[in-house]
């Protein structure tokens, strides 16, 4: 898109939908999975599995199923949302299918692919039934009530493997936790979107920090130390930590104030030193971390984390190849919690940078989608859910790999676990939802001239329209003066966000360099 | 916001960096670290995944692959085990490997790089190679009279062609059966306790990693010295020894067994084994000309791989007078193993040359192809022809009128010496029976072979004559057997 005239928008220009591009990633996606599919069967048995046509043909159901919902819903979406994620399922059935070979007894792939059809088909319905995002703005303390209510109910059954939080239904096993992290994400993004001016400038000023009033942090640190609280009591440490981490990149991205994070970082140490101290069963995993080879030096064998270790040494560069690999070795979680590792041992570095890019280009095209609304609850929610996926990747990569402490976590899709399958799929739901919105042009009657106006007068003569790196959605025609704010052209006001956060009366919505939020606020 | 955004953006993507830093560093840099860790499976799933390669005496397997369907899963087997158990060691899924087993694991475990056809691309591939045959010198039927020679004594055979070096048997009794120590079970580890908990020591290799003071078998080295050193030109002028001998700076007398020892010929002295003969020409001779010739021969050399190591034998480089006395009768803290007495014989019917003793003829890949050869080569020049000569004729002498006539063989020459090894506190231990020997058929160009004897429990108490009476017979069947 070339710089058109704030005033003047090309007339009859649309977005491309991109649908067609979506299509076709989804049968590439789908083609990678049944070769690898085929590929275990060959380096296994010799032999072409024979149900690998009903697999292929079930993951094409189900990319079909995904696709047509968001043409019809979500027709400006993000290509690349829903590809990624059909393939990344599509490699954790793979890989599951390939560990059952080492459990005959014990095959995890039938249930994997009822989850996962499972969340494909609530995927559909988020994306039909969940016209626009904002509607979750208005539930947010119903969703804050039953998230918190999701994650105390395991506590009153029995603890599997030494962490509560599962509940056991007719044979299904089911962490209603993993939800839970939807909900409360939305939550902190309604909350922290409606309440952000106050949170930035008001309250008590302390040495360099400017403290928010009790009365407006209150609620959301409440909420934060309630499910980090139960949490611990479940020992589920990863999501404590997946919780923390989210809250509080969003609290940073709502009120911009770098020495949140310097607290949440002190919080966050402090917390850790207490929890390794306090729990033993946290700090035989820091030792764990420290050591890995300590057991196998005190002649007990090697730990599944020194297992799991050979297993991605052994993969190497270019790995041993589907099917080749000896990641059983791990034994116990080596579907869940460590398929990581097989992943590691028989694609190599090379499939695992693969892997690594996928995720990232997940999580980049829901920052890109955060960049580009207009609303700072579906900017705080498009951020919040890309950021739960990075650490939930961050975490569970690098506890497995050796980089952190491990702590037991599903790998986003990959991993053995219906709760896991079922609620990434719903992340990918509202991500395409917000995406949709991001990338939609807004109808071109009065209001664009309106909104074009505002820009108008405020770039000035000099300043582009665009911000320069919204240019690839280019969606919005009134949505150009806001980039002043952020990207420093030369002709935008002043960034009215001042540290000390005095002045700047609460013009927009409160916030001065929020100028973006033109569109929603009407 | 959207700054904040994009620097919560740049965060998550300094996680998804960092995981992939620490991917470099666990795949690439500490991965050899990870894969030769002990508690690291893999190596011995892949080296179990296939069956092993095989051990051929004679073109026949004496090894064997047996799939038992676990997860290590093919299992080694051994036709003869006790047999072959001091040629082929043991392959055991729990304890490892030993000697040939153990030397040639590579080749025969398929992780050799020679065996790959194209390398680079086996590399990239991974893609396990089938092992290879290891062709061993041993003659069946020399093993076979060996075993059978020593029968249920405590002792060991080691027998080499002279002019190649070809080890022709290795044999040490008792023998254990390496069939058992093969798998997973728990009878493996149960086997593996009573063999080691067993005091006749079964898994020792006697024959290749086991000293024992060599007794007058080593007057064969003292003569070689002494004849170099032209301590003696005539080995039938008198020597000018007293008997008994007073050991220099001491007032030991030391007495002979046999008679006749006093100013007895080089000669006489040989065939009927006189104690004060050799010690008063190693004494002559000086310690330093005696630890020469005993280097020579192969004494006090570490490195000896045959490709499996064999023990070193010594003839210590610092004593006095007395000791070298001692020591120039394999008495002392001069100690020799089989495999090293047979190639003192060898010398002397080789004309002087010590050729390096080997085990494997050949490697070849699964196909039969050679995959590399063992080259010939000689070690030393342990004395000159001249010398080899005298002591060709005087071991002769021990067989056809002295010590040894248990070892004489019709329609050969024969070549022998008796010696009986005096050990343990004050002496008192049951003495070692020795015979080395090598035989000539007679019109041959080449000696057919050499062999040392040694047995533990020799019933007979007196002299070298227990060398010739227990030692001697097993001598001549291995010889006899080499001969045909």
């Given at each position: 898109m070339t710089?058109?005239?704030?005033?003047?928008?090309?007339?009859?220009?649309r977005?491309?939908?991109r649908?067609?591009?979506?299509?076709?990633?989804?049968?590439g996606a789908?083609?990678?999975?049944?070769?690898?599919?085929i590929d275990?069967?060959?380096?296994?048995?010799?032999a072409?599995?024979?149900?690998?046509?009903s697999?292929?043909?079930?993951?094409?159901?189900?990319?079909?199923?995904?696709?047509?919902?968001?043409?019809?819903r979500?027709p400006?979406?993000?290509?690349?949302?829903?590809p990624?994620?059909?393939?990344?399922?599509?490699?954790?059935l793979l890989l599951?299918?390939?560990l059952d070979?080492e459990?005959?007894a014990?095959?995890?792939?039938p249930?994997?692919?009822?989850?996962?059809?499972?969340?494909?088909?609530l995927f559909?319905?988020?994306?039909?039934l969940?016209?626009?995002h904002r509607?979750?703005?208005?539930?947010?303390?119903?969703?804050?009530?039953?998230g918190?209510a999701?994650?105390?109910?395991p506590?009153?059954?029995?603890?599997?493997?030494?962490?509560?939080?599962?509940i056991?239904v007719?044979?299904?096993?089911?962490?209603?936790?993993?939800?839970?992290?939807?909900?409360?994400t939305?939550?902190?993004?309604a909350?922290?979107?409606a309440?952000?001016?106050?949170?930035?400038?008001t309250?008590k000023?302390?040495?360099?920090?400017?403290f928010?009033a009790g009365?407006?942090?209150?609620?959301?640190v409440?909420?934060w130390?309630?499910?980090?609280g139960?949490?611990?009591?479940?020992r589920?440490?990863?999501?404590?930590?997946?919780?923390?981490?989210?809250?509080?990149?969003l609290?940073y991205?709502?009120?911009?104030?770098t020495?949140w994070?310097a607290v949440?970082?002190?919080?966050?140490?402090?917390?850790?030193?207490?929890?390794g101290?306090?729990?033993p069963?946290?700090?035989?995993?820091?030792?764990?971390?420290?050591?890995?080879f300590?057991s196998?030096?005190?002649?007990?064998g090697?730990s599944?984390l020194a297992q799991?270790?050979?297993?991605?040494?052994?993969?190497?560069?270019?790995?041993?190849?589907?099917?080749e690999g000896?990641?059983a070795l791990?034994?116990?979680?080596?579907?869940?919690d460590?398929i990581?590792?097989?992943?590691?041992?028989?694609?190599?570095?090379?499939?695992?940078?693969?892997?690594?890019?996928?995720y990232?280009?997940?999580v980049?095209?829901?920052?890109r989608a955060?960049?580009a609304?207009?609303?700072?609850?579906?900017?705080?929610?498009?951020?919040?859910?890309?950021?739960?996926?990075a650490?939930?990747v961050?975490v569970?990569?690098g506890?497995?790999?050796?980089?952190?402490p491990?702590t037991?976590?599903a790998?986003?899709f990959?991993?053995?676990?219906?709760?896991?399958?079922?609620?990434?799929?719903v992340?990918?739901?509202?991500l395409?939802?917000v995406?949709?919105?991001?990338?939609?042009?807004?109808?071109?009657?009065a209001e664009?001239?309106v909104i074009?106006?505002?820009g108008?007068?405020?770039?000035?003569?000099?300043?582009?329209?665009?911000?320069?790196?919204?240019?690839?959605?280019?969606?919005?025609?009134?949505?150009?003066?806001g980039g002043g704010?952020d990207?420093?052209?030369?002709?935008?006001?002043?960034?009215g966000?001042?540290?000390?956060?005095?002045?700047?009366?609460?013009?927009h919505?409160g916030?001065?360099?929020d100028?973006?939020?033109?569109?929603?606020?009407? | 916001?959207?700054?904040?955004i994009?620097?919560?953006g740049?965060?998550?993507?300094?996680?998804l960096?960092?995981l992939?830093?620490?991917a470099?560093?666990?795949q690439?840099f500490?991965?050899?670290?990870?894969d030769?860790n002990s508690?690291?499976?893999?190596?011995?799933?892949?080296?179990y995944?296939?069956?092993r390669?095989?051990i051929?005496v004679?073109?026949e397997?004496v090894t064997?692959?047996r799939?038992?369907?676990?997860?290590?899963?093919?299992e080694?087997t051994y036709a003869?085990?006790?047999l072959?158990?001091?040629v082929?060691?043991?392959?055991?899924q729990?304890?490892g490997?030993?000697?040939l087993?153990?030397a040639?694991?590579?080749v025969?475990?398929?992780?050799?790089?020679?065996?790959?056809?194209?390398?680079?691309?086996?590399?990239?591939s991974?893609a396990q190679?089938p092992?290879g045959?290891?062709?061993?010198?041993?003659?069946?039927?020399?093993q076979q009279?060996a075993?059978e020679?020593?029968?249920?004594?405590?002792?060991?055979?080691?027998?080499?062609?002279p002019?190649?070096?070809?080890?022709?048997?290795?044999?040490?009794?008792?023998?254990?059966?390496p069939?058992?120590?093969s798998?997973?079970?728990r009878?493996?580890?149960d086997?593996?306790?009573?063999?080691?908990?067993?005091?006749?020591?079964?898994?020792?290799?006697?024959?290749l990693?086991?000293?024992?003071?060599?007794g007058?078998?080593?007057?064969?080295?003292?003569a070689a010295?002494?004849?170099?050193?032209?301590?003696?030109t005539?080995?039938?002028?008198?020597?000018?020894?007293?008997?008994?001998?007073?050991?220099?700076?001491t007032?030991?007398?030391?007495?002979?067994?046999?008679?006749?020892?006093?100013n007895a010929?080089?000669?006489?002295?040989?065939?009927?084994?006189c104690n004060?003969?050799?010690?008063?020409?190693?004494?002559d001779?000086?310690?330093?000309?005696?630890?020469?010739?005993a280097?020579k021969?192969?004494?006090n050399d570490a490195?000896?791989?045959?490709?499996?190591?064999?023990?070193?034998?010594?003839?210590?480089?610092?004593?006095?007078?007395?000791?070298?006395?001692l020591?120039?009768i394999?008495?002392?803290?001069?100690?020799?193993?089989?495999?090293?007495?047979a190639m003192?014989?060898?010398?002397v019917?080789?004309?002087g040359e010590?050729?390096?003793p080997?085990?494997v003829?050949?490697?070849?890949?699964?196909?039969?192809?050679?995959v590399?050869?063992t080259?010939?080569?000689t070690?030393?020049?342990?004395?000159?022809?001249?010398?080899?000569?005298?002591?060709?004729e005087?071991?002769?002498?021990v067989?056809t009128?002295g010590?040894g006539t248990?070892a004489?063989?019709d329609?050969a020459t024969?070549?022998?010496?008796?010696?009986?090894?005096?050990?343990g506190?004050?002496?008192?231990?049951?003495?070692?029976?020795w015979?080395?020997?090598?035989?000539?058929?007679?019109?041959a160009a080449d000696?057919a072979?050499?062999?040392?004897?040694?047995?533990?429990?020799?019933a007979?108490d007196r002299?070298?004559?227990?060398?010739?009476?227990?030692?001697?017979p097993?001598a001549?069947?291995?010889?006899?057997?080499a001969?045909r």
């Amino acid at each position: 898109m070339t710089a058109p005239t704030a005033d003047a928008p090309p007339p009859g220009l649309r977005m491309p939908g991109r649908r067609g591009t979506e299509l076709a990633l989804l049968a590439g996606a789908v083609l990678i999975s049944v070769c690898g599919y085929i590929d275990v069967g060959l380096a296994r048995q010799n032999a072409v599995p024979g149900d690998a046509a009903s697999y292929g043909a079930g993951l094409a159901a189900l990319a079909l199923l995904g696709h047509l919902a968001v043409r019809f819903r979500a027709p400006y979406a993000d290509p690349l949302l829903l590809p990624i994620a059909i393939l990344l399922n599509g490699l954790g059935l793979l890989l599951i299918f390939r560990l059952d070979l080492e459990t005959p007894a014990d095959r995890a792939s039938p249930t994997q692919l009822v989850w996962s059809a499972l969340g494909v088909g609530l995927f559909a319905a988020v994306v039909l039934l969940l016209r626009d995002h904002r509607t979750l703005q208005r539930y947010a303390y119903v969703s804050v009530a039953a998230g918190l209510a999701l994650m105390v109910v395991p506590i009153f059954f029995p603890a599997v493997n030494g962490a509560k939080i599962w509940i056991r239904v007719a044979g299904f096993s089911f962490q209603p936790g993993e939800f839970a992290k939807i909900l409360i994400t939305v939550f902190f993004a309604a909350y922290l979107a409606a309440n952000r001016s106050a949170l930035a400038h008001t309250g008590k000023r302390m040495w360099k920090l400017q403290f928010p009033a009790g009365r407006v942090l209150g609620p959301v640190v409440a909420v934060w130390l309630v499910s980090v609280g139960v949490l611990v009591l479940e020992r589920d440490l990863g999501t404590s930590l997946l919780f923390f981490g989210v809250f509080v990149v969003l609290l940073y991205v709502a009120t911009g104030r770098t020495g949140w994070i310097a607290v949440g970082l002190l919080l966050a140490a402090a917390g850790a030193a207490a929890v390794g101290v306090l729990e033993p069963h946290v700090h035989s995993r820091v030792a764990d971390w420290l050591h890995p080879f300590a057991s196998i030096t005190a002649g007990r064998g090697a730990s599944q984390l020194a297992q799991s270790l050979f297993a991605f040494a052994a993969g190497g560069l270019l790995g041993t190849g589907l099917g080749e690999g000896h990641s059983a070795l791990i034994g116990f979680a080596m579907k869940s919690d460590f398929i990581l590792a097989t992943y590691g041992e028989e694609l190599g570095l090379t499939g695992l940078t693969a892997l690594f890019l996928l995720y990232a280009l997940l999580v980049a095209r829901g920052f890109r989608a955060g960049l580009a609304l207009r609303d700072p609850f579906g900017r705080l929610l498009a951020v919040g859910l890309a950021s739960l996926l990075a650490v939930q990747v961050f975490v569970i990569a690098g506890g497995v790999m050796g980089l952190i402490p491990l702590t037991g976590m599903a790998m986003p899709f990959l991993a053995q676990g219906g709760s896991s399958v079922v609620t990434n799929w719903v992340i990918v739901a509202l991500l395409v939802r917000v995406s949709d919105s991001a990338r939609r042009p807004l109808p071109d009657t009065a209001e664009t001239g309106v909104i074009a106006g505002l820009g108008g007068t405020r770039s000035g003569a000099s300043a582009p329209p665009y911000e320069e790196d919204d240019l690839p959605y280019g969606y919005g025609y009134g949505y150009g003066g806001g980039g002043g704010g952020d990207g420093g052209s030369p002709g935008g006001p002043p960034d009215g966000h001042a540290p000390h956060g005095r002045g700047a009366p609460a013009d927009h919505d409160g916030v001065p360099d929020d100028h973006d939020d033109q569109g929603s606020r009407r | 916001m959207n700054r904040y955004i994009r620097r919560a953006g740049v965060f998550c993507l300094i996680l998804l960096v960092a995981l992939l830093l620490n991917a470099v560093r666990v795949q690439v840099f500490e991965a050899e670290r990870y894969d030769d860790n002990s508690a690291n499976r893999r190596g011995a799933l892949a080296r179990y995944s296939q069956p092993r390669g095989d051990i051929l005496v004679d073109g026949e397997p004496v090894t064997g692959s047996r799939d038992s369907g676990g997860t290590l899963r093919y299992e080694r087997t051994y036709a003869e085990g006790p047999l072959y158990a001091p040629v082929t060691g043991y392959a055991s899924q729990i304890y490892g490997t030993s000697l040939l087993e153990s030397a040639e694991d590579d080749v025969l475990s398929g992780t050799d790089p020679r065996l790959a056809p194209f390398p680079l691309w086996t590399d990239i591939s991974r893609a396990q190679q089938p092992g290879g045959d290891v062709v061993s010198t041993v003659d069946a039927a020399v093993q076979q009279a060996a075993f059978e020679g020593l029968g249920g004594k405590k002792g060991a055979v080691a027998a080499v062609q002279p002019r190649t070096g070809k080890i022709l048997a290795l044999v040490s009794t008792p023998s254990y059966d390496p069939n058992e120590l093969s798998g997973t079970e728990r009878s493996v580890a149960d086997t593996w306790n009573r063999l080691n908990r067993s005091g006749g020591r079964p898994m020792i290799n006697r024959a290749l990693k086991q000293t024992y003071p060599p007794g007058s078998t080593f007057k064969i080295v003292t003569a070689a010295a002494a004849l170099d050193h032209r301590k003696v030109t005539d080995l039938d002028a008198a020597t000018d020894t007293p008997s008994p001998y007073t050991l220099p700076g001491t007032s030991t007398r030391l007495t002979n067994e046999a008679g006749d020892c006093a100013n007895a010929s080089l000669r006489h002295a040989f065939e009927v084994s006189c104690n004060t003969v050799f010690a008063r020409l190693g004494v002559d001779v000086g310690l330093d000309g005696m630890a020469e010739a005993a280097e020579k021969f192969g004494f006090n050399d570490a490195d000896l791989k045959v490709p499996s190591t064999a023990a070193r034998s010594v003839f210590d480089t610092d004593m006095d007078a007395a000791q070298v006395a001692l020591s120039s009768i394999g008495q002392y803290d001069t100690t020799a193993t089989p495999l090293q007495m047979a190639m003192v014989a060898a010398a002397v019917a080789n004309d002087g040359e010590v050729r390096a003793p080997y085990l494997v003829d050949k490697v070849t890949d699964a196909h039969g192809d050679t995959v590399s050869a063992t080259r010939q080569k000689t070690l030393h020049r342990a004395m000159s022809r001249g010398t080899a000569r005298h002591l060709q004729e005087m071991m002769t002498g021990v067989v056809t009128r002295g010590t040894g006539t248990g070892a004489a063989i019709d329609g050969a020459t024969v070549g022998g010496k008796t010696g009986t090894a005096q050990h343990g506190v004050d002496n008192k231990g049951t003495p070692y029976a020795w015979f080395v020997s090598w035989a000539k058929k007679d019109g041959a160009a080449d000696p057919a072979v050499a062999v040392a004897v040694v047995v533990e429990d020799a019933a007979a108490d007196r002299a070298d004559i227990s060398g010739g009476g227990s030692a001697a017979p097993i001598a001549r069947a291995v010889m006899r057997a080499a001969l045909r």
